[in-house]
């Protein structure tokens, strides 16, 4: 079993709706919780940060982690044709740092 | 800020051949430094890690190693590359006791 679980998708979904990307992880020294965004042929940037269970909101994006169900999301509201990208969750803990598969998004005008 | 440079941002090696990818970076002294690479369709592994000058990891048994000569300079080598060696390879910092880590544009490499 992967220590964190990606769905890699594709997933396509119209400009202006909400986007739901998930992940889940099995070990519980993961403390630190991360989004990244790639855009095609470049590298990841940091999206989001989160420490502690609950939400943590920038803009149009949502981080929300529920440590007791070891399960992460990011939400992404009014999503835009330039949100398409793929998505990596990361956790971090244990001296571990992590990384899903990536969730690739098309988002079509 | 954190600031990476790579390159070159895209090579096409043949088989047999030496491999040199070479990591640069900007900000506070004595970063933490990675060199990922990123199959097709798939997620980052780890290759290597360093703390410090002269002082290197490796996570995957592999055709590659890797050297710190300068604090800031990371470079990732192999003396005689393999078709699967094609992948997209990233350096990344992190600093001082942050639980971040930042990317740097990435170095395409085909070996055909």
């Known amino acids: 079993q992967k220590e964190v679980e990606q769905d890699p998708g594709p997933l396509s979904v119209p400009e202006g709706a909400i986007v739901s990307l998930n992940c889940t992880y099995s070990?519980?020294?993961?403390?630190?919780f991360m989004w990244y965004r790639q855009y095609s042929r470049k590298g990841p940037e940091l999206l989001m940060y989160?420490?502690?269970?609950g939400n943590k909101e920038d803009g149009r994006f949502t981080a929300q982690v529920d440590k007791s169900s070891k399960y992460i999301s990011l939400f992404i509201r009014d999503s835009q044709p330039s949100d398409s990208a793929t998505y990596l969750c990361?956790?971090?803990?244990?001296?571990?740092?992590?990384f899903g598969q990536g969730t690739e998004l098309s988002v079509k005008p | 800020s954190q600031t990476i440079h790579q390159w070159p941002a895209t090579l096409v090696q043949p088989v047999g051949s030496p491999l040199s990818l070479e990591c640069t970076v900007e900000?506070?002294?004595?970063?933490?430094l990675y060199w990922y690479r990123q199959a097709a369709g798939r997620g980052l592994q780890l290759l290597f890690y360093?703390?410090?000058?002269?002082?290197i990891s490796s996570e995957v048994p592999q055709n590659l190693s890797a050297s710190r000569p300068q604090d800031r300079q990371f470079i990732l080598s192999s003396k005689k590359l393999l078709l699967s060696d094609s992948g997209f390879y990233l350096c990344?910092?992190?600093?001082?006791?942050?639980?971040?880590?930042?990317f740097g544009e990435g170095s395409w490499l085909t070996v055909v």
């Open positions: 990361a956790a971090q803990g244990g001296g571990k740092l992590i």
């Open positions: 070990n519980s020294a993961f403390q630190y």
């Open positions: 989160t420490y502690s269970s």
């Open positions: 900000g506070t002294s004595n970063p933490n």
């Open positions: 360093s703390v410090g000058i002269g002082q």
């Open positions: 990344a910092q992190r600093q001082g006791d942050r639980n971040t880590i930042y």
